[in-house]
């Protein structure tokens, strides 16, 4: 059976969550309700050719491929290629039935590659976005170059259950403390340290600010110039924010949250 059609047919407990990681930043949320919402979905191999002075090959296959993706909230944190994708929203057979999500550049990637306006919802730090059982908060980001100056990450509530907090591409700043006042149960970060994306050591200490039950490492697995060992991250936790939890997810993988 095909991953998507998979993540279809999954049961999502009440009070609990279901995450895919798709690799890099690309993850996918199930609701209890059955609603499913896509972030950062980076379902190409397209920035090996925008970017020849780096190696940005994928180190794994596709494992969605566009024209199978099939969720109801398409949602990007900002416009750098690996997380606004215009080959990836391009390929999509199903713009009808979404509804996209992201800051205005992503919005206006959206429009170009033939998403109708009505189906567009900009999205900014703080702003509050409700789908089906799915409560969306905005959150701020520190952009890592100026190339796109509108970062954000977004705080999720499925149903009555947990709160997922995704960082987005960010470098460090105490403000991204400001996040906690929504409390999320869940981190997912970055800590790829390049790019002027947070490191393994400042993840953890964002970590301590933030508080939540558990965090998960994103953004170190897909290209071979921005690696790294998640256990740097494992390590960082341990020294700075010793009661999070760390959790490694597995690419494909259902993970159940409560």
Excluded at 102 to 121: H, K, L, M, W
Aim: glycine share 6%; with cysteine; proline share 9%.
């Amino acid at each position: 059976m095909a991953l998507m059609e998979q993540i279809r047919r999954f049961d999502v407990p009440e009070g609990a969550v279901a995450i895919w990681w798709l690799g890099q930043s690309g993850y996918i949320f199930k609701s209890p309700g059955g609603a499913v919402a896509g972030v950062d979905l980076y379902l190409s191999n397209s920035c090996e050719a925008a970017y020849p002075e780096f190696n940005l090959k994928r180190r794994f296959p596709v494992l969605i491929e566009p024209e199978e993706l099939d969720v109801d909230l398409f949602l990007c944190t900002h416009n750098h290629l690996d997380h606004t994708d215009p080959e990836t929203i391009r390929r999509l057979r199903r713009k009808e039935a979404m509804r996209f999500i992201g800051p205005p550049p992503s919005c206006e990637v959206f429009r170009a590659e033939g998403v109708d306006p009505n189906r567009i919802t900009p999205a900014w730090p703080d702003c509050r976005i409700e789908f089906a059982d799915i409560e969306i908060h905005g959150t701020f980001a520190l952009p890592t170059d100026t190339s796109d100056l509108n970062h954000m990450g977004f705080v999720f509530r499925f149903g009555s259950g947990p709160k997922v907090y995704l960082t987005g591409d960010t470098d460090y700043t105490e403000l991204l403390a400001a996040a906690a006042r929504h409390q999320p149960d869940l981190m997912i970060t970055v800590i790829n340290s390049g790019f002027n994306n947070l490191s393994p050591w400042e993840a953890a200490m964002l970590a301590r600010l933030i508080r939540p039950r558990a965090a998960i490492p994103s953004h170190y697995d897909l290209f071979p110039d921005n690696s790294l060992d998640p256990k740097l991250f494992a390590a960082a936790l341990r020294a700075n924010a010793p009661e999070v939890r760390y959790v490694e997810l597995t690419h494909g993988e259902p993970f159940v949250f409560k």
